[in-house]
C-alpha cells in the first residue's frame, strides 16, 4: 500500500459509511471553525474568508495526525507512553476543547480574546484542538486503516504504519476541512446567516462545551453510544 | 495591503508547517532499513503478559481474567456502534462453536458503550459467549486500546501472543487458536 492510496482511503471514509464513526469529531470541528469565522470583527463575505479559517484548518490537521499516527503505531517505543497515558490525556483534551469553547462564547466581550481572535493565534489554538482531537477519538477500524494497523504495531514495520497512518489521516482532515470552509463560505453569503451570526456563534460554542464536558465526565460514551448507534 | 501580506505570510507558515510534517513522515520512511535498536521493544506486538482484570459481565457474572491461565484466552473488543463489530460477530461465533468445545476461553469487552446498547447489540448479533462492559475504562487503557474492533490471543501461559486492530476473519482466528492449543 502507498501512500496516496491510504489518503484516498482516509478521504473516501470520510463521505461514506465510515463518516457514522467520525461523526465522533466531525460536527465539533466544524463547530469550531464556523464558530471562529462569524466571531471575526467584519465577518467577511468573500474569499477573505479563507485568511480567517484556511490556516486554522490546516493546524488542526497537523496535529491531529501528528498525534493520531503516533498513537495507531503502536510498535514505535515513543508511541506507548500517549497510548498507556491516553486516559488522562484525554482529559487534559477535553480541557483545551472546553477553552476552545470558552474563546468562541466570550471573543466579542473580552478585549483580551478580542485581540487574540487572529488567524495567528488561532491557528495556535487549532493546532491543540488539533491533537485533542486525535486524543479523544476511537476509530472504527476500517479494513485499510486495519492492514495500516497491523504494520504499525509490528516494530519492524512501525515506521512504514506511521506514514501511512499520517496519509490516512491526512485524507480524513482534508475532507473535514473541505466541509468546513465549504459550509463557512455558503453561510458567508447566507444573509439570513448573518442577521443571526451572533446566536450560531454562541450554538458552535454549546456544541464544542458539549463535548468537553462529555470527555471531562466520561459521558462521551453515551454520545456515542446513543447518536452513532442511533445512525446506525 | 497588510491584510494581503499577512494572509500570504499565514500560508506561507501553514504550508512550511505541513512541509515539515511530510518531512517528518519521508525521513522515518527512509529509517525502514536502520538498525532496529533505534525503535525498541514496543509492548504488546511482543509477547507480554495480559493485564489481569476482573470485569462484571451483562447475565450478571464475573469474570477474572487471571483464573484462566492454563487455557487460550480470546478477547474482542466492540462496542454497539462500531460498523466493523458487528459485521465480524457472525465470525467470532462460528469459531466459538468450533474452539469454545476445544478449551478456548472466548470474552467480548464492550467499550465506549452503555448496558442498553450493548445488551441490545449482543441479542441483535446472537453473541453467545460471555460479555461485559468496560465502564470505567481501566481495561482500554490496560491493554493501549485505541480503535476497534481490537481482538487478542492470549496463550495458556497468560501471554499475549498476538492482537489484532480490525475484523477478525474465520481463517486469522483459527491460525491464531490452532497455535496456542
Aim: proline letters at 5%.
Amino acid at each position: 500500500m502507498g501512500g496516496g492510496a491510504a489518503l484516498w482511503g482516509g478521504f473516501s471514509s470520510f463521505f461514506s459509511i465510515w463518516q457514522v464513526c467520525i461523526l465522533q469529531i466531525s460536527p465539533f470541528f466544524i463547530a469550531f471553525i464556523v464558530g471562529t469565522y462569524l466571531a471575526t470583527p467584519a465577518r467577511e463575505t468573500d474569499a477573505r474568508i479563507l485568511r480567517w479559517i484556511v490556516p486554522p484548518c490546516i493546524a488542526f490537521g497537523v496535529g491531529f495526525n501528528l498525534f493520531y499516527s503516533l498513537l495507531i503505531a503502536s510498535g514505535l517505543s515513543f508511541s506507548r507512553p500517549l497510548i498507556t497515558n491516553l486516559g488522562s490525556l484525554r482529559i487534559v483534551a477535553g480541557t483545551v476543547i472546553l477553552l476552545a469553547s470558552l474563546h468562541i462564547f466570550l471573543v466579542n466581550r473580552s478585549p483580551f480574546l478580542g485581540k487574540m481572535h487572529r488567524p495567528l493565534p488561532l491557528s495556535g489554538l487549532a493546532l491543540l484542538l488539533g491533537i485533542s482531537f486525535a486524543l479523544i477519538y476511537s476509530p472504527c477500524i476500517t479494513p485499510m486503516l486495519s492492514d495500516i494497523m497491523g504494520l504499525a504495531s509490528q516494530r519492524a514495520t512501525a515506521q512504514e504504519g506511521l506514514v501511512l497512518a499520517g496519509f490516512y489521516g491526512i485524507g480524513i482532515t482534508l475532507a473535514l476541512c473541505l466541509v468546513a470552509v465549504a459550509l463557512t463560505l455558503l453561510l458567508g453569503k447566507n444573509a439570513t446567516a448573518l442577521r443571526h451570526a451572533d446566536a450560531i456563534k454562541n450554538a458552535c460554542g454549546v456544541v464544542l462545551l458539549a463535548l468537553a464536558i462529555m470527555n471531562l465526565t466520561g459521558l462521551m460514551r453515551h454520545y456515542k453510544a446513543f447518536v452513532l448507534g442511533f445512525v446506525l | 495591503m497588510a491584510n494581503l501580506k499577512s494572509y500570504k505570510m499565514l500560508v506561507a507558515l501553514a504550508v512550511a508547517g505541513l512541509a515539515i510534517a511530510l518531512a517528518i513522515a519521508g525521513l522515518l520512511l527512509s529509517l525502514k532499513d536502520a538498525p532496529k535498536d533505534m525503535f525498541p521493544q514496543p509492548s504488546v506486538a511482543a509477547k507480554e503478559a495480559a493485564p489481569d482484570f476482573k470485569l462484571a459481565l451483562l447475565d450478571g457474572s464475573n469474570f477474572q481474567l487471571g483464573s484462566h491461565k492454563g487455557k487460550p484466552v480470546l478477547i474482542n473488543f466492540f462496542a454497539s456502534w462500531c460498523l466493523p463489530c458487528g459485521e465480524e460477530m457472525p465470525a467470532i461465533e462460528k469459531i466459538v462453536h468450533e474452539y469454545g468445545p476445544r478449551g478456548v476461553v472466548f470474552l467480548g469487552i464492550s467499550t465506549d458503550d452503555t448496558e442498553t446498547n450493548a445488551s441490545n447489540f449482543i441479542k441483535k448479533h446472537g453473541v453467545t459467549f460471555p460479555a461485559g462492559i468496560d465502564k470505567s475504562t481501566e481495561i482500554q487503557k490496560a491493554y493501549g486500546l485505541y480503535g476497534i474492533p481490537t481482538t487478542y490471543f492470549i496463550d495458556k501461559q497468560g501471554m499475549v501472543n498476538y492482537f489484532h486492530s480490525g475484523s477478525v476473519t474465520e481463517d486469522l482466528m483459527r491460525h491464531e487458536l490452532d497455535k496456542l492449543l
